[in-house]
């Protein structure tokens, strides 16, 4: 009877409600902040890009709801437990509170460890390494799915030098764009003809590095129809920044077009 009394007072009512209200304010505020990341990044073309995509919106969901948190209890505390009047007597001795101080604690090793886990689980679809520890090779379409269902991946060899791109389709020619079919799975096998060079398109959130000596393979699903740019994200030489190519994600009756527009014995 006595908690009951408790709650209902008016100023411990008040409280109540002034919290909850800060912290719906906060809930709202988060989510709409993880909602509206369309202006922070590029256009997510690819199924990679998607997945990166939400694992970025979960975490600053949760980054704007623990520091909109913070900043509500600061702001509460500072204005609920502000001096009164001329007092200038010490508050109450409080030496802990156990019970506060294992739930700060818990809170944020429960956090981590959900982030952790969820990270991982977004890192194991996109990346499985290859036995040189090299490589993007895992899509983010189960193997046995792909041989079920769907035409078979593309097959592209991939050739960085000093300073450009050569894409070399099985068949034809080699070409300095990289056409790719929306909705399928492309293999790439990537090599470097002089120094390290690093293979970045932003709009599909992929990045690998194309090393001397190795052959390096990247699995991705483009989706979304467009034009994007692929750059070198490796100090190369003198025109690093200059070795662009041009990306064009487009419909598959577009993209056989393309490619028997050139026919040739070239590829390789």
């Not at 003809?193 to 690998?208: C, M, N, S, T, Y």
């Amino acid at each position: 009877m006595v908690n009951l009394r408790r709650i209902l007072d008016r100023g411990t009512l008040l409280q109540i409600l002034v919290l909850t209200a800060a912290a719906v304010v906060v809930g709202a505020f988060g989510l709409w902040l993880g909602s509206c990341t369309g202006w922070l990044l590029p256009v997510a073309a690819s199924a990679e890009a998607q997945a990166v995509d939400g694992l970025f919106r979960l975490e600053l969901t949760l980054a704007a709801i623990v520091a909109g948190s913070v900043l509500a209890l600061v702001l509460y505390m500072a204005i609920a437990f502000r001096r009164a009047g001329e007092d200038t007597s010490d508050g109450p001795n409080i030496q802990d509170n156990e019970r506060l101080q294992q739930l700060w604690t818990l809170l944020p090793v429960v956090l981590v460890a959900f982030l952790t886990v969820y990270g991982y689980q977004v890192y194991r679809q996109l990346i499985v390494t290859t036995p040189l520890n090299f490589g993007h090779a895992h899509p983010l379409v189960a193997p046995e799915a792909q041989l079920s269902s769907g035409p078979a991946p593309i097959q592209i060899e991939v050739v960085a030098h000093q300073w450009g791109w050569t894409f070399f389709y099985p068949g034809h020619p080699a070409k300095s764009e990289l056409h790719l079919p929306a909705g399928q799975q492309v293999n790439l096998t990537m090599r470097s003809e002089d120094v390290i060079h690093g293979f970045w398109i932003p709009a599909f959130r992929l990045k690998q590095d194309v090393i001397p000596g190795r052959t390096i393979p990247l699995n991705l699903r483009p989706l979304r129809v467009g034009r994007y740019v692929l750059e070198c994200t490796q100090l190369c030489g003198l025109y690093h920044g200059a070795m662009r190519a041009r990306v064009v994600v487009e419909l598959p009756e577009d993209y056989e077009r393309w490619l028997d527009s050139t026919p040739g014995a070239s590829g390789r």
